[in-house]
């Protein structure tokens, strides 16, 4: 399948499985007893955004370019698409616009020293970068300590590189670290799918991609889904195997390392102020601090008293 072929079957896709969620009562129209299908027709579709039925079905075929931006954010608010599904479709479209030049190879881009030093500037809270094919390109020690089960983990020795997405879905370890892993393999496949609008070309990715769907059955439940994550925060509940269940705040934000390069995030875990999980946290911390104790940054002993436990 070549590009414009696979843009194509990610439209369809994914416009079919938006309009299949919504009923014609939440559309505010008459429901009859006679569907066929989940959600709504494609002609309810076409009049609740102001077009043809003939046009709406030529678009969810995947005939998206040259479509105004207009007319997208129509079928995005008949579709009741929320912020980052939108930006997914606008991605897609200029995905299927004509190149003028063969989209070049993105060069892989380093963590700066600026950047080194700003999470090295934080000592309680987990903080690292990562870029879209969620490979992690840095890290803080606190960061390094806590999520110790991914950077040990037999994918990331041999690649030399952490990446979450495989840490999750082919690494069993996961599924003990990451507490609620169900909502953690939703979340990765959606950061994911976000990433696969914004860099269709990008074959490092696609190479991902294929090798969690061969890989993982879940993997490939969560990517049929066609759900789209972009920005996120929330609490995760991790069960370290040194300072055993911890309950965290985190917060994504963006950030921009080079004119040309691929997106990149920073990721920012805490807990809350005056909790066990902070005690415990400041504890892992104190293993990586000079003098600190033994494989602090890497994998610290079995804690023989936890805070709070």
Do not use: C
């Not at 499985?17 to 009923?23: D, E, G, L, M, Q």
């Not at 479509?67 to 299927?96: G, H, I, K, Q």
């Not at 995760?236 to 934000?253: M, N, W």
């Amino acid at each position: 399948m070549d590009h414009s072929d696979d843009n194509r079957a990610q439209i369809r896709d994914f416009l079919t499985s938006r309009r299949a969620r919504i009923t014609p009562e939440q559309a505010g129209m008459a429901a009859s007893s006679r569907r066929r299908v989940p959600g709504l027709r494609r002609e309810e579709v076409a009049v609740l955004a102001g077009v043809s039925t003939e046009w709406y079905t030529r678009l969810e075929k995947g005939h998206i370019a040259g479509v105004s931006e207009d007319v997208l954010d129509a079928v995005a608010r008949a579709l009741r698409l929320d912020t980052d599904e939108r930006t997914y479709l606008f991605d897609l479209a200029r995905a299927a616009r004509p190149a003028r030049h063969a989209p070049a190879r993105r060069k892989e881009v380093a963590a700066p020293p600026r950047v080194e030093w700003l999470l090295d500037s934080m000592t309680l809270s987990a903080a690292y970068v990562r870029d879209g094919r969620m490979d992690v390109i840095a890290s803080n020690a606190l960061a390094r300590a806590l999520f110790a089960p991914l950077f040990e983990s037999p994918a990331t020795k041999e690649r030399g590189r952490a990446n979450i997405a495989r840490f999750i879905f082919l690494d069993p370890a996961a599924r003990d670290f990451y507490v609620d892993w169900d909502r953690a393999a939703v979340v990765t496949a959606a950061l994911l799918r976000a990433q696969a609008g914004r860099e269709p070309h990008d074959p490092v990715l696609r190479e991902l991609i294929g090798e969690l769907s061969t890989m993982s059955a879940v993997f490939r439940t969560h990517w049929a889904a066609h759900d789209v994550l972009i920005h996120h925060h929330g609490t995760k509940e991790l069960r370290h195997p040194a300072i055993g269940d911890v309950e965290l705040t985190y917060q994504s934000v963006d950030l921009r390392l080079s004119d040309r390069g691929t997106p990149h995030d920073m990721t920012f875990y805490t807990a809350e102020p005056g909790t066990p999980d902070e005690e415990r946290l400041r504890l892992l911390a104190s293993w990586g601090a000079p003098g600190g104790g033994e494989g602090a940054a890497g994998s610290p002993g079995k804690a023989t008293a936890s805070p709070g436990a």
